[in-house]
C-alpha cells in the first residue's frame, strides 16, 4: 500500500506543478512538438525519398536507402522524447487522458508507427541486400504507411488538444 500511495501523491504532485506553472507545461508541451517536428519531419523526408526512388536505378536506391538508415539517429531518440513528454502530459491529467477514447485511438496509431518503424528498418535491410524490385516495393509500402501514421498521429494529438 506504501508504494501505491507513493505513487498517487507523485501523479498529485505532478499534476499540480504541470498545471500551476505555465512555463512547465508550456516547455513539456514545446519539447513533445519540437520531438513531432524533428523526428517526424526527419522520418517524412526520408520517406519521401524512398517512395521517389522508384526506377531500376540502383544508384538512387542506394542514395535512398543511405538517408533513410541515417534518419534512425534523428528520429529515434525524436521519438523517446515524444514517449518521454507524452507520459508526462498524459499523467497531469490522467483520470481525463485514461478514459479518454481518441487518447487510446492515438496511443494505438503511435504504437502502430513504432511497430511500421521496425519493418521499415527490416525491410530496407532486405532491400539493400538484394536490390530486387520486390523488395522496394514493400519497402515503398511500409514507407508509405509511415507518412499515413505519422500524419494520423498528428492529427489525433492536435484533435487530443482540443478536448480529450
Known amino acids: 500500500m506504501g508504494q501505491a500511495a507513493f505513487a498517487w501523491d507523485a501523479l498529485a504532485w505532478w499534476s499540480a506543478v504541470y498545471s500551476d506553472h505555465q512555463a512547465v507545461s508550456v516547455a513539456v508541451r514545446f519539447l513533445h512538438l519540437a520531438g513531432l517536428v524533428v523526428g517526424g519531419g526527419t522520418a517524412l523526408v526520408a520517406d519521401r525519398h524512398l517512395l521517389a526512388t522508384v526506377s531500376g536505378d540502383t544508384l538512387a536506391r542506394s ?92 492529427l489525433a494529438g492536435t484533435w487530443l488538444t482540443v478536448g480529450a
Open 63 to 154: 542514395a535512398a536507402l543511405t538517408m533513410a538508415g541515417a534518419s534512425h539517429r534523428i528520429v529515434v531518440p525524436a521519438l523517446a522524447l515524444m514517449a518521454l513528454t507524452g507520459l508526462l502530459m498524459a499523467t497531469a491529467d490522467l483520470e481525463t487522458f485514461l478514459s479518454s477514447r481518441l487518447f487510446w485511438i492515438k496511443m494505438t496509431i503511435v504504437a502502430l508507427l513504432l511497430l511500421n518503424g521496425a519493418v521499415l528498418v527490416f525491410t530496407e535491410r532486405a532491400a539493400a541486400r538484394s536490390a530486387g524490385d520486390r523488395d522496394w516495393a514493400r519497402l515503398r509500402a511500409v514507407s508509405a504507411a509511415s507518412v499515413v501514421l505519422w500524419l494520423s498521429a498528428l
